[in-house]
């Protein structure tokens, strides 16, 4: 039984989120921004009211027990949830996407309510199965001595194999066409249902004992009466292919087609299968409306006409110049890699031996750069690769490696330059098999095994970032070419030159101050490792990654009002000490999907601020001294907390709130906001070494300005003095660190 008054306390029904249209008409993938378990599941999942006489059980053709699974959702009973759904159904990822939810129509809450989320719930279900391993092939204890072939590889087909093959039969699918899935492979669009799916089940009946055979028509390559002959039964599962035609006015026209006609080929496309029916969409009127202008390599007696005659030499760059000319944007839909690139990848973690090669920032020269450029200078789509390609350079190496994206465009401004930089972490990581965190000149990019042996080079890095970049950006962007460069080398001294730009970017903010502008900015770029992380970005605190400054996140904003960045009032203070705005909470509160409820902005110990994946540094409460312990991605060495880095982060990192502990980036160590809460940067008592001399300069010009100290990083261990707290302690009375007088923090 669930909930009995869940219907009553949730009155609203919470729909999933959809991406912008602007951005669906760019692709083929699922509508939806959100998918798998969300915050707001199992309190929808309880209004179902378990009626005494469930109509949706009778609504739904596969006859589901519908009450029960909604109530084991409500539970986060997960495979009690997967095994009651898989009693009636053998395939709920696909009816869970597909289906026209019967069951919702039915719901006896929809009388007065809108009705229960089933689907969503149905859909759920199989995505936490599958996540937490709960799928496994279940082959035949025995096998009988029957034979069955099963013609047709839609839904009916497959799972009357499934059934018959776990009952011990030798099951053989025969399927006319050349992949396994009937009108799921090719008739129902990719984002409505993604071909994945589909292959993992087939993976899965494959090792229960399954036969596929693709390609064969029954009836044309092999006789009804042979096939009948072959097995013990027959069970044709073929569908109907035959359209319901309409005699309406206009039906004889040309270009007028059924929808299975159209449909399977617009997929076949989009999977580089070659098209059966080839029909092509094309408006006459439009074309004419956009026409070219007229080009000439022709001097003689020619007045050139701006967007209409056009006097241009070189006539192989002709179709470039008309384009320009006309102002007109090519979509690029399909990425020339050789692995399959969606946002569905964002979050898959590349381990160690599964591993090709590793791009390190932390120990090697690398880094990520967008430049504008005038169009002179841009050559559009040349990608250029600078020293050896992936396939000469050993198993498992860390490498040297920059990637430089030169830009031009009438509208673009250098102050988009690190939008499009911060973008580069969720473009790459949209490429299968490739893993990307981090930023400027911190990155770290794993690309697997698996994308090398499938053609992956270090070129088509290139070929994604032109592509996204030309697509996402393309009201600013006209021209893009990107530069690769490989090796120790020329990598050292081209890293100097882009921390200049790094360096001169941060500085346009050293006069800006918190008090000082009328909103903040969230940013939620890094969701996809950290779902429920929200940044809250301001001129003293930048995003945790280091390259997300406030006006970066203003930029963004511009560019995409309805993107990762959005406005923050500061209208409501709750408290100037921690940084506490009811606005802030609010904002936290929505874009974390009601995982976060309250965020200071500078407290470590008051609801500090969640951490991501890509955060540049973590700092934690040394308890013999009551200082801060920081310390960076680089280091990997132990600190006198008596944890490395990667121990520090887990204890904040994903998007964890964890009172003592913080992630942050390195700017904000020398800002007079850092942990102003507990006394400020004076309880900052040890630091890597190599970040305490990066960051010298600013921390000891603040230390000045607020406690009038000479050389504060003189007063601060690092790992050349001591690595355990003991030894901290003295050192710190050694030199009368401020820490010593302030109050302690516990």
């Not at 006539?315 to 102002?327: C, L, N, V």
């Not at 504008?372 to 050559?379: I, R």
């Not at 009038?708 to 050694?734: K, R, S, Y």
Request: proline letters at 5%; one cysteine or more.
């Amino acid at each position: 039984m669930g909930d009995p008054r869940g219907f009553l306390k949730v009155r609203t029904r919470r729909e999933l989120a959809e991406r912008p249209v602007e951005e669906r008409i760019k692709d083929w993938f699922d509508v939806h921004t959100e998918s798998g378990l969300q915050s707001w599941t199992t309190e929808q999942a309880a209004r179902c009211m378990d009626c005494g006489t469930p109509f949706c059980m009778s609504g739904c053709p596969l006859g589901n027990i519908i009450p029960e699974f909604n109530d084991l959702v409500r539970q986060e009973k997960w495979e009690d949830a997967y095994n009651r759904l898989s009693e009636t159904n053998n395939f709920p990822e696909v009816t869970g996407r597909i289906c026209p939810a019967l069951c919702e129509a039915a719901c006896v809450l929809g009388i007065h309510q809108p009705a229960t989320m089933i689907q969503n719930d149905e859909r759920t279900i199989i995505d936490q199965a599958w996540s937490l391993d709960y799928v496994k092939p279940l082959p035949p204890q025995r096998l009988t001595d029957q034979t069955v072939a099963v013609v047709g590889s839609g839904p009916s087909g497959l799972a009357c194999a499934q059934q018959l093959t776990r009952a011990g039969h030798t099951v053989v699918v025969y399927e006319r066409d050349d992949a396994i899935g009937g009108l799921m492979r090719y008739g129902i669009p990719n984002f409505k249902l993604d071909k994945r799916l589909i292959d993992r089940r087939v993976e899965q009946m494959e090792a229960e004992g399954t036969v596929f055979r693709t390609g064969v028509e029954i009836g044309k390559d092999i006789s009804w009466d042979d096939l009948r002959s072959r097995y013990d039964a027959v069970v044709v599962a073929i569908g109907s292919t035959v359209p319901r035609d309409m005699k309406i006015p206009g039906r004889e026209l040309k270009g007028i087609h059924f929808a299975m006609e159209f449909l399977p080929d617009a997929t076949r496309r989009l999977y580089g299968v070659k098209p059966v029916n080839d029909i092509t969409v094309a408006c006459g009127a439009g074309a004419i409306k956009l026409g070219f202008p007229v080009i000439t390599n022709d001097h003689d007696d020619m007045w050139a006409v701006p967007k209409s005659l056009i006097i241009y030499d070189d006539t192989k760059d002709w179709i470039d110049t008309s384009i320009e000319a006309r102002g007109i944007k090519l979509k690029i839909t399909k990425i020339d890699i050789p692995v399959s690139f969606s946002s569905a990848f964002e979050g898959e973690i590349i381990r160690k031996g599964d591993m090709q090669v590793e791009i390190d920032g932390s120990r090697k020269d690398c880094f990520e750069l967008v430049t504008t450029k005038d169009a002179s200078e841009v050559e559009d789509h040349k990608i250029e690769v600078v020293g050896p390609e992936i396939d000469e350079i050993p198993v498992g190496s860390k490498i040297s490696m920059s990637y430089t994206v030169e830009v031009a465009g009438k509208a673009m401004q250098p102050d988009f330059e690190p939008v499009f930089e911060r973008k580069i972490h969720s473009f790459l990581n949209c490429v299968e098999g490739l893993m990307h965190t981090g930023q400027r000149d911190m990155i770290r990019v794993r690309i697997s095994k698996a994308d090398f042996e499938a053609g992956f080079k270090f070129k088509h890095i290139g070929e994604v970032l032109y592509a996204k970049i030309k697509s996402e950006f393309d009201t600013v962007v006209d021209k893009c070419q990107v530069r690769i460069v490989v090796g120790d080398e020329p990598n050292a001294e081209l890293r100097k030159h882009a921390n200049e730009v790094f360096d001169k970017r941060d500085e346009r903010l050293k006069s800006m101050t918190d008090e000082s502008v009328p909103v903040f900015y969230s940013c939620i770029m890094c969701q996809a490792f950290s779902p429920s992380h929200v940044c809250i970005v301001t001129p003293e605190r930048l995003g945790l990654c280091g390259a997300v400054s406030w006006l970066d996140a203003k930029a963004t904003n511009e560019l995409d009002p309805q993107g990762p960045c959005q406005v923050v009032t500061k209208e409501r203070c709750i408290d100037e000490r921690t940084g506490r705005y009811e606005d802030v909470d609010e904002a936290v509160a929505e874009y974390s999907h009601g995982a976060l409820e309250h965020v200071t902005l500078y407290s470590l110990l008051e609801d500090p601020m969640t951490s991501c994946g890509c955060f540049e540094c973590i700092c934690g409460i040394e308890p013999c001294s009551m200082g801060v312990v920081i310390t960076c991605r680089e280091y990997a060495g132990i600190t006198p907390l008596g944890m490395t880095f990667s121990e520090m982060a887990s204890m904040t990192g994903g998007g964890v709130q964890t009172p003592g502990f913080m992630g942050h980036g390195k700017q904000f160590i020398a800002s007079k906001k850092f942990l102003a809460a507990e006394g400020g940067m004076g309880r900052i008592v040890w630091l890597p070494k190599e970040l305490k001399d990066q960051m010298a300069d600013r921390i000891n010009a603040t230390a000045k300005e607020l406690y009038g100290i000479d050389n504060f990083t003189d007063m601060i261990a690092d790992e050349t003095i001591c690595t355990d707290c003991d030894a901290l302690l003295e050192f710190l009375q050694e030199k009368n660190h401020p820490v010593l007088s302030l109050e302690p923090l516990m």
